[in-house]
């Protein structure tokens, strides 16, 4: 485990899929990220790579040859080597191996930077592209925090706020939990909601490009709060484990680029829609970051 600090909050990151596993206010000790209890969900903040979610029946085409792999790709299940390490800062380097080309074939790294500076996480993934044909992946962040965060609260008293008013769009879900094609309008002219297990009842909401670059969980009974900030991201998915009989006790706020698999689709994994591609020799570099007070 690795751990960063500032001056306000402390950052603990597994090296099992350079996962963030803690992230505190040290003023009062107050943890925000889930803490894995397999009750409910036993991550805490996987980086999916190169797919979101699912892939139908796990498999997909490469240049007409098929590969599986498992839910949110390859980096989620591997031990990933630290590069560089200072106080506030530490950088991971995945790199794609003979063995896991069975799974998604292309030379490839992803470099993972993690840094904090007074009360923000910044995370930063830059994928690079070493093969010599383009390079077809997805991308997202996918941290979950804890709610309530105090014993005398409950999950009812949360709510998620963009920055600004949306005219909000979400994909539709099937009874499967995966996308569909077409689009729903979700709210108008508003920017906030709050959350309700009966809305994760069909597995994600995911909001197709909205204007705002951030948004915040609050709630009704104290000031704490956590902003994600997703500039340049594509879409913004909200997510919990939904099971009827037991309460809802966290929330994934995650930023994605593309979005995961729309059911039964089977073609070539290139073809997907909103996918994203890479050109030999070249890179790209996402970064979203996690403030809280």
Known sequence: MIRIKSEQIQVDIDELGAQINSLKLKSNDLEFLWQKDPQYWSSSAPVPFPIIGRLNENKTLFDGKEYSMRSN??????????????????????????????????????????????NKLSVQATIFNDDIKNMYYNYAGHPGFRIPLFAD????????????????????????????????????????????????KKEAIVFINPKSKSIFLKNIKNRHEVKIGFLKFDNLALWTPYNKDKELRLICIEPWIGHSDFKDYSGEFKDRDEVSFLKPGSYKTYTYTIEVK
Do not use: W
């Open 73 to 118: 790709g390859i980096i989620r299940y591997e031990q990933i080597p630290v590069v560089s390490r200072e106080k506030d800062y530490v950088e991971f380097l995945f790199t794609n191996t003979p063995k896991l080309k069975n799974n998604f074939p292309y030379e490839c790294r992803v470099k993972l930077c993690f840094r904090v500076e007074h």
């Open 153 to 200: 609260e409950s999950t009812n008293d949360y709510y998620l706020e963009f920055e600004s008013n949306e005219h909000a769009f979400i994909y539709s879900m099937s009874n499967t939990g995966q996308l569909l094609p077409n689009k729903e309008l979700y709210f108008e002219n508003e920017r906030r909601f709050f959350i309700r297990k009966e809305l994760f």
